[in-house]
């Protein structure tokens, strides 16, 4: 047993978070935001070639996976850069279209960064249908078709997230039961993007606190301060085994563990930095919202706290 | 990242797990917080130690089996899953038996360790006075030079156990005058039945004497209980805290144990939908921090030190423990406000969580300015 991320996993955050931080990423999500794609897709080029959706494809589609622990350490970093775009769907639609005949048709696109999918969940809209060049759709008994988009955009919480019903109307293109697979994935990766959301927003309360100065002295020296952030560090970390762990056996209730402990503790890491921000954090320009956003949205996508505490109870932690 | 346990370690498993299940007792112990439970929980504490099962990790020669962290942490999970009894001798064996490995003599090791490990001499904790809490360093309990050793004069307070335990260790201050009240304080064991010793009982919440006060008139303690160097004992006393607040008090297996113990009772109970999601979140809860644990000993055996992090087990675990026995409560409806119920002693104990081995409040102190590294406030 070690259960610590290797010198290789670690360089390879490094490398993302290098990556990501030059690319000027609140840029991307704002125009994103907009619905104007053209950064989004630069950026999404050097996500793939940095290996991220290989993670998710087997060799033979021209991948490097299944590996789902890396799958977690590459999903934090864009999670920690708030990079927009149907990562996590991308991820899914790869799951389930390597279990199809048509596998070769689709994987290497994905895994390349020159293809971006999304995938409709069973009860609501599919994440950035505007954007994305293969759209999956569920039907009732739990197989997906393609699908188009019609162009209708409708507004989330978080401005970069824009939903988009699909028109469900193509092709099966996935007739046997990967659904239960797929949804493990994007549940792991969207655990991964909430706790990477978590940690920018601890970061930058942090900073922020100790710059920020009322009755002469730095706000970050008052316990009242302190002691929320304690809290919300104290979540987090305690968050980060359970992804891991989740990533490592991938059996349901332990990815449900992770999605719920993850986004529980990026939203209270969300109320507190909206809070320690005092006013300026409820802007808009101020780039905190775009993190402060996206910790709400991810508490629903993939399976609400309710649907992850079911999962627990029902099959038992591993 | 891995989380399977090596052959070895599995066997070690099976062995605990084996010799528990054919020995711990068949009906619940009487409470460790009377006389009668004392006695009989000194006797688990013989019986463990006679196939030295009740300090895993210490070497061979003092009673141990020279786990390492990791089969301590199966051993503990086995514990607790196997509803064994709590420990009595555990002052002794998580806090005072650490320190001595750092900072003990040899002959100290010798001396102490066995009748701890066997249940026949019973430690407590005695560091807070009555004006020395959460601000420990302003402690005012004298150890004076004389011949051959110090005198103790002075009072502590809330020590756990006393009333039945044998033994004590503490901090006195040795230095009146030093300028940091840090400095000059020494850190000494004494017999809780020596003369110039009282001890008055103290009830908690529900009258049970879980704690005492110490009056200390003149005790005389030789030079050889003495740890570490005179005047260095807030160093002592800090690798202690460390282990208090870390690991080695708390282990995940607790925790495991009694998460899933409520979700046991929560389905017999008919699945009421009030407590699902506190029950959720109490088996997630548990198994976070075993997962924390598998972490941080990960890194404890590439070397690294117990560091400010183990504050944030503190709250959590307190925090948890508390959790798990309000939920059982609530579940119990009615019948939950019943004392002496194994739920209910639970949930008295767990009140006190956030308040030992360092408040709530210290601990997230600490978190902020030592991890996140945010500037000293007043205190
Ligand atoms: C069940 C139980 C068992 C115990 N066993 C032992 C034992 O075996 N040996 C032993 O030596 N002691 C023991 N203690 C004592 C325990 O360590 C102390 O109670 C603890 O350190 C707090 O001290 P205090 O009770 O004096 O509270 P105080 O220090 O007076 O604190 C009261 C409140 O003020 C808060 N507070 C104090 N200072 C600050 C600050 N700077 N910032 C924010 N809040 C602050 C505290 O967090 C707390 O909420 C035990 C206590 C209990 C309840």
Redesign the interface.
């Known amino acids: 047993?070690?259960?610590?991320?290797?010198a290789e996993?670690l360089a390879f955050a490094d490398s993302l978070h290098a990556m990501l931080t030059a690319a000027d990423t609140p840029a991307v999500v704002r125009d994103w935001s907009r619905g104007e794609h053209a950064s989004g897709r630069a950026l999404w080029a050097r996500i793939a070639a940095a290996g991220v959706f290989a993670l998710a494809v087997p060799e033979e589609h021209g991948g490097v996976g299944p590996r789902p622990?890396e799958l977690a350490v590459a999903f934090l970093e864009l999670g920690r850069h708030a990079a927009p775009g149907p990562l996590a769907e991308t991820v899914a639609a790869a799951v389930l279209l390597g279990e199809t005949p048509r596998a070769k048709e689709f994987l290497p696109g994905l895994a390349a960064g020159t293809d971006i999918a999304t995938v409709a969940a069973p009860t609501g809209f599919a994440l950035d249908g505007d954007a994305a060049s293969l759209c999956l759709s569920p039907t009732p008994q739990g197989l997906f078709r393609s699908a188009t988009a019609p162009g209708v955009v409708r507004r989330s919480l978080d401005p970069a997230r824009r939903l988009t019903p699909l028109a469900s109307d193509g092709e099966l293109l996935v007739a046997g039961p990967a659904g239960g697979q797929a949804l493990a994935w994007t549940r792991l990766a969207t655990a991964a993007q909430a706790l990477g959301v978590g940690l920018a927003l601890l970061d930058r309360t942090?900073s922020y606190?100790?710059r920020r100065t009322q009755f002469g002295?730095?706000i970050?020296?008052?316990?009242a301060?302190?002691?929320r952030?304690?809290?919300a560090?104290?979540a987090l970390?305690?968050?980060?085994?359970?992804l891991?762990?989740a990533?490592?056996?991938m059996r349901p209730a332990d990815v449900a563990?992770a999605k719920?402990?993850a986004c529980e503790a990026a939203y209270t890491a969300a109320r507190t930095a909206l809070q320690l921000h005092g006013a300026i954090g409820y802007t808009a320009e101020y780039d905190l919202s775009l993190w402060l956003t996206k910790a709400r949205a991810l508490r629903a996508a993939w399976g609400t706290?309710?649907e992850?505490?079911?999962l627990?109870?029902a099959d038992?932690?591993g | 990242?891995?989380?399977?346990?090596?052959d070895t370690?599995e066997e070690f498993r099976a062995e605990a797990r084996a010799w528990l299940a054919e020995h711990v007792p068949r009906a619940p112990l009487p409470s460790l917080e009377t006389a009668e439970g004392f006695a009989a929980h000194r006797a688990w504490e013989a019986e463990l130690a006679a196939d030295r099962w009740s300090a895993v990790s210490w070497p061979v020669e003092y009673g141990g089996r020279d786990a390492g962290l990791?089969q301590w942490l199966l051993f503990e999970e086995e514990y607790w899953a196997a509803g064994a009894p709590g420990r009595v001798g555990q002052n002794g064996i998580s806090l005072l038996a650490p320190t001595l490995f750092d900072h003990g003599t040899e002959e100290q090791r010798a001396r102490v360790l066995p009748p701890m490990a066997s249940g026949e001499v019973v430690w407590a904790q005695a560091w807070s006075e009555p004006e020395a809490g959460s601000d420990l360093a302003a402690l005012t309990s004298r150890a004076v030079r004389t011949d051959g050793g110090w005198l103790l004069r002075g009072q502590k307070t809330w020590s756990s156990r006393a009333a039945f335990a044998d033994r004590a260790f503490g901090l006195f201050r040795s230095q009146p005058g030093a300028a940091d009240p840090h400095q000059g304080l020494t850190y000494l064991m004494f017999g809780l039945r020596a003369p110039g010793v009282t001890v008055r009982p103290i009830g908690r919440l529900d009258g049970k004497p879980a704690f005492a006060e110490l009056f200390l008139d003149d005790v005389f303690v030789p030079d050889q209980d003495v740890i570490g160097k005179p005047g260095q004992g807030w160093r002592v006393a800090m690798s202690t805290a460390g282990n208090e607040r870390g690991l080695t008090l708390r282990s995940p297996g607790r925790f495991l144990a009694s998460a899933a113990r409520l979700?046991e009772l929560w389905r017999a109970r008919g699945c009421p939908d009030h407590a699902?999601?506190r029950?959720?979140?109490a088996?997630?809860?548990a198994?976070?921090?075993q997962?924390?644990t598998?972490?941080a000993?990960?890194?404890f055996?590439?070397g690294a030190r117990i560091g400010p992090?183990s504050s944030?087990n503190k709250?959590?675990w307190s925090e948890l423990d508390l959790a798990v026995h309000e939920t059982a409560l609530d579940v119990l409806g009615a019948e939950g406000e019943l004392a002496g119920t194994d739920w209910s002693e639970g949930y008295v104990f767990a009140l006190a969580g956030p308040v030992y081995a360092g408040t709530n409040?210290i601990?997230?102190?600490i978190?902020?300015?030592r991890?996140?590294?945010?500037?000293?406030?007043r205190r």
Request: glycine share 6%.
């Open positions: 047993m070690r259960f610590l991320l290797d996993q622990v942090v606190v100790r002295v730095p970050g020296s008052f316990q301060v302190k002691h952030l304690a809290d560090k104290t970390e305690f968050a980060r085994p359970v891991f762990g990533a490592i056996s563990a719920l402990t706290p309710d992850c505490r079911d627990v109870l038992g932690l | 990242m891995d989380l399977t346990h090596s370690d990791l979700a699902r999601a029950v959720a979140d088996l997630i809860g198994r976070a921090y997962l924390f598998h972490a000993a990960s890194r055996l590439d992090e944030m709250v959590f409040e601990q997230r102190d978190i902020a300015e991890l996140l590294g945010l500037p000293k406030g």
